[in-house]
């Protein structure tokens, strides 16, 4: 389909990173290789590209990532703690980053772990507040100069990682994909962010296995009038993304992620039930097991059941690729602000209601057939 | 969705048609009762409406219907013999039926059992003929002259019943839906023949358990980019349909409609597997399990497997409803011909290419709301 | 195979009891039938069976029942408190119903909702105790005075229902059967009471489905030794045993009768994950999926799935009926005590070490052949 | 459970062969680490021992091995064509691999691809015979001389090459396994000539996924008094195996082999259905899905579906070398004949009513006990 659409080439890219890990890429592609995910000759082939890797990979940072990860951490940036200072640092990476591989642009992706929901901006804790308070956190949501405002006041952040990240790089011009369920650039300031500075941005959570099949399948449920009395998913893997998730605070995220697309699809709510546990011995295979009990003409009860068995990581690395080529030919046509026509890779688009996988699709389709054009 | 769209009320309706076994429906709905698939008190609710239906059922015709209908039938018309006494004999008992309940239009729904493929226009016998005879049958094929013919020769009928009814409907001026696998009005000299007489066909075959799932998954597949390698799918179930389709030769042409469409949605042919078997004890019931064999990115295997439960009347009913009301909606906006827009219905939707689920539907949505401005 | 065997007829039984709800077996028994458990007609067959039985329903007391059957009960015997006073006045009853029916014995099954923990003997808080205290209750856990004494002691009962009744029934020579994992008569204190009265007793926890099916196929992979790595278990379904189940304090005592069994037949212990899920559309029908991850030779990971969907009612009802028919024959034959024979019955067999279910069951078919000499 | 047990070393064993394929177990093995079957580094570890392996393997023997397995050669013995000369020829072989490498003793396992029913013993067939030329089969069937004089008459062999096998090893006294359904040693004249020659023998088919499967759950089935309505399995894989049984000769005696236990089970017959089918995608990974109808209590059907899916060779491989094992150690203890004990390793044990997995496993266990004493 794309055969006439002039996508940038991946060999243009340059590819760099924060991570909060130790630990070389090979190593991780070995991981992967021990569990069956992918082929150890592979990892031969590309053996000198993943050491080339590993020496443009600088240390993250930590902020409301949750007890989980911070675990896991072994290399990270404790130098600096405020979110003034932890921009300002991110801008230096990146800037350097630009600078040192001659590069025309950079495009951030956030692959970091699910973080827990965010409770500055959390709809329970708000209904607390004085009714000043509220506005006050309304009007830094949905207006840049108050969430910057927000940014560079002295207190330790707010706000997690992500979202000191998706700041870091929109102020710059930079693109921003947030790949996870993280709050990232969710917030109707950062589109006023991303228009001034002529930046691109998409999330969230990119839409790999499971949640795919509920925006495959649900469509189908409301086109043949077929009531979905309940969806149960249950999801167990164990790779280190289930570990996180293991933990219920990051879990909530993601499960609140997996979740609210039927209700969109269907048009009513029907009773559900999403788990993610963390099974070691699958490591990067994850299986999913959907039940879906519905009832058809006459109100007879019927059941769709499937599994789902696929290497997590082999799902989403291309959808990472894609969309760094797609956002790159974005910039190439001009286009700013936030990209709906990405909603197809992503679980919970920002700002999109269509969450139909293949209308999501034809939306991409038209924009690319434009694109051509 | 179609709130707003005039579609004609089912008490607009009035039901009646040929059979070829004896039994009421009530018996029928007992048999479905007792095999679980739906609830004694709804039939004691309708049952002098069902006393009133086995009052407009006639006896129907057996031609090229194959041995194991002809073994089920136990009351049929063998008075006529040639395709075009067949012919009158129908028509003559479709225009009683509009007189005799007073009908401004009547619809013709083919829901007889699968038959054998219709070995005359069969390509593997078109090309063991002569020239001559192969153009003489494209034409056959092509042109409602030529086919018209064909039916009114003294020979006993070359097409099956399905062929006939279609023929017979579509003369008089009455629309034609084929909600089986058989020949019925495929052949393009229908469509000729529709919009002469000014009237409207579609079919073939109903689509609603694991073909329906073949149209919903298979764009997935598509989209991502993920090669399906092979796609098995074997169908187990116990009611009448069943035993028809235990014969190979009925079997064949079941398993061609809901095979093709992967190949069509994917744009290159998996291998294939389709079984359909008769497991008594489960009557109504049509248990599906599907296996997909995939790969994606650096080509690790993967596997989506499905097993589909459901009441295989219950699923076709409505569809079948719907398609009569939507086939008077048509008739009364003054269309006619072939129904493209009905094509989400079928599996093998008549001269349709688009066979992905989401796509035909849009397609009627679209016709849809053409029809409400 | 029972042929030979001369089995109590069903018909020398008279069924009476004790609940804490309202309601007839009429409205359960339609209840069931709407969630197509059972046919309505079988209903209509047994009507006045059904009611002859509410007539011999009594109220039944609360006790450590938990928040969740509280909230069910509206018929309970809230007019006394002690645990002495609990217990006479079900034996009050006890006797009142073998004289008004003029009874031979009678045997007692627990059927309640499964119950919480039991804090005075959990492991996690004798852990806590002071040395004395805990020698106390070890002396009250085996040896019948002291815990009669406990029993008989002022205070609020530190044991729940299920061991209340159990205590009542076997202290006045009835037979007491555990269809629960409650803690029922598990403390080998009440085996000597049983030998002391010339009763029997045997439980915990009737083996219906997914615990049914991981004892016969857990001895598969320990016979050919496969390694299992992790073995997950999904259980959902929507009756009221649900809803009581869906209580966290409630489940985890299930929880943990579900569970202990697989590391007892393969001999170490697998990554295991049971969930248990109320889903309010499947009523009865309980519904498991099981995905056990396994290694063979040379370590390649394989898998084994299956969904078993039963109707809970009717796979524990006749394990009931057939429990209550062994133990009558137990006493016609003058076994006293525990009754190791019926270890097939359940999921944690008191005192049981073989969890396999088919040599479980071989010990049923010796002491029957036993019986039969 | 085997640690008391003098179970000869796998170190005493020296393996060779006939094959009538080219190629190395070096590449056979790349085969399966190409279709995910093993790790790669496996294979490096052992080359020199598979390079080993190679020069022990000498051209085998074709003989009623049907069509697809000849097409499949491209190295055979067609040197001798009579029965007679196939048998001396084997023996010669036999006799050398024994003095080459210094053995005590030969165990032969057959390992070959399914073969077609052997038409000389068909029932369908003896039934078209003279009452004369029946009871001279049945002569043969049951009797050694007789066997033996039908093999050594002049004629091209009327028995199989797995007949022809079992006949040349157990002659010279080495030991038959028949780890295939073909017919082998299945005829009782073969027990009588395996005492004769103090030799053992035992078969048939190697028990290792699906219908290993079906003697773990069909005891469960039948010691519940759930009534089986209808078992289906289709079992669909990729490897040359799958391939030989894509003919329908050679599958014919497959499905056979997986058939029989059910009904020997459970004590009635339930449908059954069990297809094979070659999917080439899924290389060695033999996946089944069997769907299992049954009804309890009130008749209300219920359902159990399980997916296996498994390394064919992986799980045949080390039943192979415990059978060598066991059958060895049987010989040290001078056990002759027809080894009953291991029918756990076998879908169809000869002369074997017990189909039940875990009391075959017993079996062995007695067996076992036995011989530590």
Known sequence: ???????????????????????????????????KAIDPAAIERVKDDLDALDARVLPGFLAGSGSVV?????????????????????????RAFAQDNDLAHVIVVNLMSTEPVCSYFDNGILAQLSQEEREKRLEEWTRWEAFSQLLRSAAPPVVSASTLYAAAALELGCDFINFTPSLGATPPAFEELAKLKNARFMGNDGKTGETLMKSVLAPMFAHRNLNVMSWV??????????????????????????????TQILG????????????????????????IHFEGFLGTPMTLQFTWQGCDSLLAAPLVLDLARLTELARRKNFKGKMDFLACFFKSPIGVDEQGFVRQFEQLERWIHAMEE
């Open 233 to 262: 998913g249950h999801n167990i893997f164990g790779n280190r993304d289930g570990v996180v998730l293991d933990d219920p605070r990051n879990k909530a995220t993601k499960v609140a992620s997996k979740n609210h697309l039927l």
């Open 268 to 291: 009513y709510e029907p009773q559900t039930l999403v788990s993610i546990e963390y099974i070691k011995s699958l490591g990067d295979w994850k299986t999913a097991w959907d039940h």
């Open 1 to 35: 389909m794309f055969a006439r659409t002039n996508l940038p080439e991946w060999a243009e890219f340059v590819v760099g990173g924060h991570e909060i890990r130790q630990g070389s890429f090979r190593e991780s592609a070995e991981e992967l290789a021990r569990q």
């Open 70 to 94: 911070e675990k896991m951490a072994d290399r990270w940036r404790d130098d600096v703690s405020s979110a003034k200072d932890m921009i300002d640092a991110i801008q230096a990476d990146l």
